[in-house]
């Protein structure tokens, strides 16, 4: 049973950082194919930034230069290190693994951008 465990969001002023982590337990292999997604206000869910099943990283054009995306493989976790935030990317961030035709989601942590 996989289980994906999210932590780290809040409240930042524009222009701040913001550091997420997902913890995931189970059967899990490795930590490639993990990943961010994350959910604006009245927005599809989309990708924001994860590893390739060969250990590359992806990123969404918007947060490329400012997000980055980083491992622990013995403690089994990935972090989204956020910074120079915008207003735009407040919204809801999953952690996300995928697995063959399977997706497995965390409960989500809501990040809110705002002065």
């Known amino acids: 049973q996989v289980q994906l465990v999210e932590s780290g969001g809040g409240l930042v002023q524009p222009g701040g950082s913001l550091r997420l982590s997902c913890a995931a337990s189970?059967?899990?292999?490795?930590?490639?194919?993990m990943g961010w997604y994350r959910q604006g206000p009245g927005k599809p869910r989309e990708l924001v930034a994860r590893?390739?099943?060969?250990?590359?990283?992806n990123y969404t054009d918007s947060v490329k230069g400012r997000f980055t995306i980083s491992r622990d493989n013995a403690k089994n976790t990935i972090y989204l290190q956020m910074n120079s935030l915008k207003p735009e990317d407040t919204a809801v961030y999953y952690c996300?693994?995928?697995?063959?035709?399977?997706?497995?989601w965390g409960q989500g942590t809501q990040v809110t951008v705002s002065s």
């Open positions: 996300n693994l995928e697995r063959a035709s399977t997706n497995y």
């Open positions: 189970g059967s899990i292999g490795s930590l490639n194919g």
């Open positions: 590893f390739t099943y060969g250990g590359r990283t």
